[in-house]
C-alpha cells in the first residue's frame, strides 16, 4: 500500500457530531486508551500509538459516546514518524457515521497548528476515505516506504 499525502493549507471545516465529544486524551487515560485500542483493533496499533499518550499534551484524540462514556474511534500522529497522521480508527458499531473523518480532520487543524505544511498517512489502507475527508493524494513510488519487513 501507499503513502498518502494531506495538504494543511485547505483543511475542510470541522463538522458537528452530536451525542460524542472529540477530545485530546489526558495522560491518566492512557492505559485505558491502549487497552481499549488492542481490543478493536491490533496489538500493532497498541504499540503504534505509544509515542502519542508519552507526550504532554498527547497527540491522540478520542471520541467519546456521550451516553456510556466510553471511547468510540480515536485518531493519533507523529508516532511511527514524525508528520504522519495514523493510527485512526472508529469501532465497528460506530462506523459510517461521520467519526473517522471528523476525528482525522480534528487531527489535521492540530499538525496545522504545530508547524506542519503537509501531513503523510502512512501505508495508507482505505484511500478513498483519505481523499473524500481531507483531499489525500497518492504520494507516487512510496510502497514499502518507511516500512521494514513485519517481525515474525
Ligand atoms: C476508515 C475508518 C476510520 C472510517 O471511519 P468512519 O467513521 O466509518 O468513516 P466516516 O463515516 O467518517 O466516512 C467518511 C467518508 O469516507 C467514506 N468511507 C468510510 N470508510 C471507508 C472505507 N473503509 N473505504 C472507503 N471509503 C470509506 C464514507 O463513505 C464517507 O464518504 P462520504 O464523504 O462520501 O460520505 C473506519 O472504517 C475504520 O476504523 N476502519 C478500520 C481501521 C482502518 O482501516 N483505519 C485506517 C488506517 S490507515
Known amino acids: 500500500m501507499s503513502d498518502?499525502?494531506?495538504?494543511?493549507?485547505?483543511?475542510?471545516e470541522r463538522m458537528p457530531l452530536k451525542g460524542f465529544a472529540?477530545?485530546?486524551?489526558?495522560?491518566?487515560?492512557?492505559?485505558?486508551?491502549?487497552?481499549?485500542?488492542?481490543?478493536?483493533?491490533?496489538?500493532?496499533?497498541?504499540s503504534e500509538i505509544l509515542p502519542a499518550l508519552s507526550r504532554t499534551p498527547s497527540s491522540i484524540f478520542i471520541a467519546v459516546d456521550g451516553s456510556s462514556q466510553k471511547p468510540a474511534g480515536f485518531c493519533a500522529w507523529d508516532?511511527?514518524?514524525?508528520?504522519?497522521?495514523?493510527?485512526?480508527?472508529?469501532?465497528?458499531?460506530?462506523?459510517?457515521?461521520?467519526?473517522?473523518?471528523?476525528?482525522?480532520?480534528?487531527?489535521?487543524?492540530?499538525?496545522?497548528?504545530?508547524?506542519?505544511?503537509?501531513?503523510?498517512?502512512g501505508d495508507a489502507g482505505p484511500v478513498e476515505f483519505f481523499k473524500?475527508?481531507?483531499?489525500?493524494?497518492i504520494i507516487p513510488d512510496s510502497a514499502p516506504g518507511i516500512y521494514p519487513e513485519v517481525l515474525t
Not at 498518502?4 to 475542510?12: A, E, S, T
Not at 495522560?27 to 497498541?46: I, P, Q
Open 132 to 137: 473524500s475527508s481531507c483531499s489525500a493524494i
Open 22 to 46: 472529540v477530545r485530546r486524551v489526558m495522560a491518566h487515560e492512557g492505559v485505558a486508551v491502549r487497552k481499549w485500542v488492542e481490543a478493536e483493533f491490533s496489538s500493532g496499533w497498541a
Open 4 to 12: 498518502l499525502l494531506v495538504p494543511l493549507y485547505k483543511l475542510p
Open 79 to 121: 508516532c511511527t514518524a514524525l508528520g504522519f497522521l495514523g493510527p485512526v480508527g472508529v469501532a465497528e458499531n460506530y462506523r459510517n457515521r461521520g467519526l473517522g473523518r471528523r476525528l482525522t480532520v480534528e487531527v489535521l487543524y492540530s499538525m496545522k497548528e504545530q508547524g506542519y505544511g503537509y501531513a503523510v498517512v
